[in-house]
């Protein structure tokens, strides 16, 4: 036996059953969808949700909250953290991706006081908060907030 030869059991296919081809079939006039509505029109269909007119689910919850498409998140890093990396070194995104400390160079990076440093880095982020900044200066490295490093285009797609 090979898939060239396989076959249906009997009766596991059924014809489809062709309605409003006259009255002979036993499916004419009205074709089993009733009469008049809109449902018996041609094209009727009533969208999700829909209620009859009477005031739908979705309409009638009520609404919370409030998303706010322009808001930057920060991927959060304390300074302890920040003790990984050699004495006197520079500590941009690239590097934090590198120690898995983010997990894109192109997110937004906030440094946090949380934790303590006991030797100098020049950390360059796109935020710090007041006493990470302190910090790190205290322990005698310096901070620079840079821009934000933006997501490379996708190449478009070529002809050919």
Do not use: C, Y
């Amino acid at each position: 036996m090979g898939l060239g030869n396989l076959k249906r059991p009997a009766g596991a296919v059924k014809k489809r059953r062709r309605v409003a081809r006259g009255d002979a079939s036993g499916w004419g006039g009205t074709a089993a969808r009733g009469h008049k509505g809109q449902k018996s029109r041609s094209g009727g269909k009533v969208r999700p949700g829909f209620e009859g007119g009477q005031m739908p689910l979705q309409r009638r919850m009520p609404k919370r909250g409030f998303k706010n498409i322009s808001r930057k998140s920060f991927s959060p890093v304390n300074v302890k953290d920040l003790g990984r990396f050699e004495a006197n070194s520079v500590v941009d995104p690239q590097q934090l991706e590198a120690a898995g400390l983010i997990k894109r160079v192109t997110d937004l990076v906030k440094i946090l006081g949380v934790g303590e440093l006991d030797h100098a880095l020049t950390v360059k982020a796109q935020g710090f908060s007041k006493t990470a900044r302190e910090k790190i200066e205290k322990a005698g490295g310096s901070v620079e907030i840079i821009a934000a490093i933006r997501r490379k285009a996708k190449p478009a797609p070529q002809e050919g």
